[in-house]
């Protein structure tokens, strides 16, 4: 690798950016982040960037209004330094699930985030497993879009759950479903859900396919108030299935979620390190899967020019 400098964003991002230099074998760039009493974000990059090829790597840990600023104050004051180029590493988008005008007099803000990206400089985008895969083309510049797909994979082939199948929460996550049960060479069954309005609340109904005694896995790309799979858990339980587990990349966890999913039969969640787990959300349930090795051999073949298409499987 040649002239790289990774920066983290905010105090959030410092523990995932600091597992991309290790991997990169590279001192964490230096800068100069606090806030001034008007509540101000302030930034100074404290060593030289000219010519560079720069990596900002936010998370996601609330306030996320907040790291949206960090980010876009960072960017400016790199490309008022003169860098070669800046990309983004956003492991989680946010307001990925405000990506379509499916209401009257509603906002499209995942669209309206990637111009605010663009137009603060960054060259490219480095994220992870979209809510809705079609946000890509929302920007007018190179996003690449990694999965934690195999590294979910790996940790369950690891456990060599016996009897199992593959769960489909609703229709539209069947696809994602299909691609997971030919990995573990198991059987699928669908849950018909159907979610009422804003209020995060799914109803489900029955179950298409054969759970009766299984050990059931579902994958979903992030887990937020975890009531829609409480209530998969709950018309998989009464179906007859044996343990549940569930393996997602984006652990959200927001509002009851924590006490949802240690008060449920659920057997284990399985998250990435995308979004910080913070002390309070910490539970004997929940597993984390490292994704910074793979965010850093994607930085390593961007700056070699080298294809990073394989990350993408």
Known sequence: MKDVVVFAASESAEEFTKEICNYLNLEMGKVNCQKFQNDNNFVQILETVREKDVFVVQTTEPPVN?????????????????????????PYYIYSRTDKKDQPRVPVTAKLLAQLIEAAGVSRVITCDLHNPAIQAYFNINCDVLTGQSHLQKYFDQKNIENKVVVATDAGSSKKAYKYAKHFNCPIALIDKRRDGNNDKAIASNVIGDIKGKNALIFDDEVDTAGSIM?????????????????????????????RINNSELKELVMTNTIPLTPEKKSDKIVIVSLSELFGEAIKRINEATSIGELFE
């Open 231 to 259: 209530e998969t858990i709950r018309i998989l339980k009464e179906a007859g299935a044996k343990d549940i587990y569930v393996g997602c990349t984006h652990g959200v966890l927001s509002g009851p979620a924590i006490e």
């Open 66 to 90: 907040e790291r949206i600023m960090e980010m876009l104050i960072m960017v400016d004051a790199i490309k008022r330094a003169a860098a070669k180029r800046i990309t983004l590493v956003l």
